[in-house]
């Protein structure tokens, strides 16, 4: 396992991107799917998500996830993690949600029970930019996902500038984003580091995003694959070559 969260920062900027596959507490994980990720070569992986996320399922995912030799996060969401080994822990801030709540509000919550276990030098705050408006998570932060290019662009300068969040994540939640739009930020903002997320079920997609954001994250294709390993492996080759 990678305990040194430098290693972040480094594809930012045009370097070669990471692969991050992303799994679910809420939702079941076959073995033979497991194995599948196991094997994948990804960078790593995150545990988390929107809907029926609780400590238990929490817990019982993260058992398999320990022995991951990659990265190894969790996405800070519910009261109650008991997690303490991870490699990084991600606090999402809803930056384009009307309701300060899912800016501030919710994460206070979720760490309010962790005081003195919480390994602060291993916490990261994600700027997430929520950008399908039928996902789980647009619907309960009632997400602003109309914004145009200026609105994002405003987000990207408070995020990356102003506030010093390391990462700006646009969450295109099970949807295929507009690459041109991530193609436009990229070259407005060439040194924001930038994560992507949403609908990449094979090469080409992921290859098209890889060019204009530093880590890409698949998840929806854990599941629905009939052949993950090989969607994987294509996956992983397109950003990586």
């Known amino acids: ?30 073995d033979a799917r497991w194995q599948a990720v196991l094997r994948s070569g990804a960078d ?33 969401t519910v009261e109650g993690c008991t997690i303490l080994d991870a490699d990084q822990y991600w606090v999402p ?5 009307p309701n300060a709540h899912w800016l501030l509000g919710a994460q206070s919550q979720a760490l309010a029970r962790q005081q003195g276990s919480i390994p602060w030098e291993r ?9 399908n408006p039928r996902s789980a998570v647009a619907q309960l932060t009632e997400a602003q996902t109309n914004m145009d290019d200026e609105q994002l662009a405003g987000l990207v300068q408070m995020s990356h500038r102003l506030l010093g969040i390391p990462w700006l994540y646009f969450e295109y939640s099970g949807i295929w984003g507009d690459a041109q739009r991530m193609a436009r930020l990229r070259g407005r903002y060439p040194l924001a580091p930038m994560i992507y997320g949403g609908g990449i079920t094979c090469a ?16 929806n294709v854990v599941y629905e694959s009939a052949d993950l390993a090989q969607a994987l492996q294509e996956i992983r080759e397109a950003i990586k070559n």
């Not at 995150?46 to 996060?73: E, F, H, M």
């Open 1 to 30: 396992m990678v305990s040194d969260i430098s290693f972040i920062f480094i594809c930012a900027g045009g370097m070669v991107a990471t692969l991050l596959v992303k799994l679910d507490p809420g939702r079941e994980l076959e």
């Open 44 to 76: 790593g992986i995150i545990v988390g998500g929107t809907q029926d996320i609780t400590a238990d399922n929490l817990a019982s995912l993260w058992r398999r996830v320990r022995d991951y030799p990659g990265q190894r996060i969790v996405e800070v």
């Open 93 to 97: 801030m809803v930056l384009n949600a």
């Open 123 to 131: 916490v990261l705050p994600i700027g997430y930019v929520v950008l």
């Open 204 to 219: 080409w997609q992921a290859k098209t995003m890889s060019q204009y954001c530093d880590q890409i994250v698949v998840g």
